[in-house]
């Protein structure tokens, strides 16, 4: 059974920029100091798959959302960023994992002072080059890292799904919408969801609710069930503006980093270029992002207001980016914010609570969760259908 406070893909899922990309917002070197190299080259293995597992779902399930793919690009400016991807990259080559490109500009002031280590990493390259990749006409971006990625419609892709699994398992599955689950009681033998009027029992709960915290998970002793510090989820609103541009562009997914120190406060920004039809055409949908603030409200409104200013900081800040040819105070065709959930760990929980078995979790996009969450369900599957699965990052504590 599915149960769902709004209507389908009504929260992050409808509300994203529909980048397909597999990266971790925290480094993975880092995430390998903390679990070794191996686990975290497992998961970022993973995460990779899930591209594959997308087009499993599409094709069983006959969705009709085009699903693009290119290659996407991150712009780096100086050195920091530079060594912290290539020690990403170490960790990939190290676990054989398929290769990401990194180039970086034979102008860039910091080549002669790069390890070592790196080398053999990285190629040298006209700055033309390093300018054609990001789509910009100056000369501050000196390196860029490319991988593959891609963009499709989370939200039509979810309606199509759902659509499917109502036909194809009626005698099985069960979708309720517009049902705010308040409190859910975990017991040794089952787990009791309290819905308003209805309680429904069920041998198991998965909890795939992002970074809606509003509900509370207790076991039968009245005792509230918690993650561990660094995995307990707060949310954060992320804010995105769009524009639609007759003109055929080629899909693109481009990051841009904008802090000196990765991990300092200024956003990144991501640009997300995609086709889309509209009822009567067919144009280039041009997304871009960047701002997010943590949300410590209780609730969540999705149609809350977009501070004006916010739309103007997009306008000057990330347009350049999106479409230099752009002049800025035009309208847009949309702007709109959507809630992600965040964790001190920066990695998505997927997994059974390690006390509470019945008590399963796939949530915490911290910013990416698009092919992340596709990974976590099958996981679950996985682990429901009684397979023994090697501990991951992902697990629950
Ligand atoms: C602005 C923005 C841009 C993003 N861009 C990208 C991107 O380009 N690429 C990418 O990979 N990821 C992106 N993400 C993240 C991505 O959208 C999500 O991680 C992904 O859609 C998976 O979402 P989810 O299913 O985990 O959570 P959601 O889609 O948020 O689903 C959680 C659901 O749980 C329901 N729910 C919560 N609490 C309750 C309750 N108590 N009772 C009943 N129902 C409840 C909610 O109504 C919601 O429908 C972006 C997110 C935002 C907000």
């Known amino acids: ?17 529909g980048q397909l990309t597999t990266y971790f917002e925290r480094p993975l070197s880092d995430i390998a100091d903390e679990f070794g190299w191996r686990l975290a080259a497992d998961a970022q293995r993973h995460i990779d798959e899930a591209h594959d597992l997308l087009d499993t779902m599409v094709s069983e399930t006959g969705a009709r959302v085009p ?28 676990a054989d994992l398929p290769a990401q490109t990194c180039v970086v500009s034979e102008e860039a002031e910091f080549l002669g002072e790069l390890p070592a280590d790196f080398s053999g990493l990285y190629s040298v390259v006209p700055q033309a080059q390093v300018r054609e990749l990001l789509e ?12 593959p990625a891609g963009c499709s419609n989370s939200s039509a892709l979810c309606r199509q799904v759902l659509g499917y699994l109502q036909s194809k398992y009626a005698d099985r599955f069960v979708y309720a919408d517009r049902t705010n689950v308040e409190r859910l009681i975990v017991g040794e033998d089952r787990v009791v969801v309290h819905a308003g009027p209805h309680r429904v029992t069920a041998g198991h709960v998965v909890l795939c609710t992002n970074g809606f915290v509003d509900h509370v ?8 069930i918690q993650l561990a510090a660094d995995q307990q989820i707060t949310g954060r609103i992320a804010y995105m503006a769009a524009f639609a541009e007759d003109a055929p562009r080629p899909p693109a997914a481009i990051s841009y980093i904008r802090n000196t120190t990765i991990g300092g406060d200024t956003p990144y920004v991501y640009v997300t270029r995609r086709t889309y039809d509209r009822s009567d055409d067919t144009v280039t949908l041009t997304c871009m992002g960047g701002p997010e603030y ?17 739309l103007q900081a997009l306008d000057d800040e990330a347009r350049p980016f999106a479409q230099p040819a752009r002049p800025p105070g035009l309208p847009y065709d949309f702007h709109w914010h959507g809630l992600m959930g965040y964790n001190d760990g920066g990695i998505r929980v997927v997994g059974a609570h390690p006390r ?3 008590l399963l979790y796939n949530l915490g996009c911290n910013g990416v969760g698009f092919l992340p969450s596709i990974y976590g369900g099958h996981r679950l599957a996985q682990l429901l259908a009684g397979d023994h699965l090697a501990a991951s990052v992902f697990d629950p504590r």
């Open 67 to 94: 699903v693009e793919r290119f290659t996407g690009y991150l712009g780096m400016f100086n050195r920091q960023q530079l060594e912290v991807h290539l020690r990403c990259m170490l960790v990939r080559k190290r």
């Open 136 to 147: 910009v006409d100056g000369d501050s971006y000196r390196a860029v890292l490319s991988e």
């Open 217 to 224: 998970v207790e076991d039968i002793a009245g005792s509230p």
């Open 294 to 310: 943590p949300f410590d409200e209780p609730l969540y409104h999705r149609d809350a207001l977009f501070p004006g200013g916010l």
């Open 356 to 358: 509470h078995q019945r």
């Open 1 to 17: 059974m599915l149960v769902e406070r709004d209507r389908v893909a009504r929260g992050a899922t409808g509300h994203n920029a």
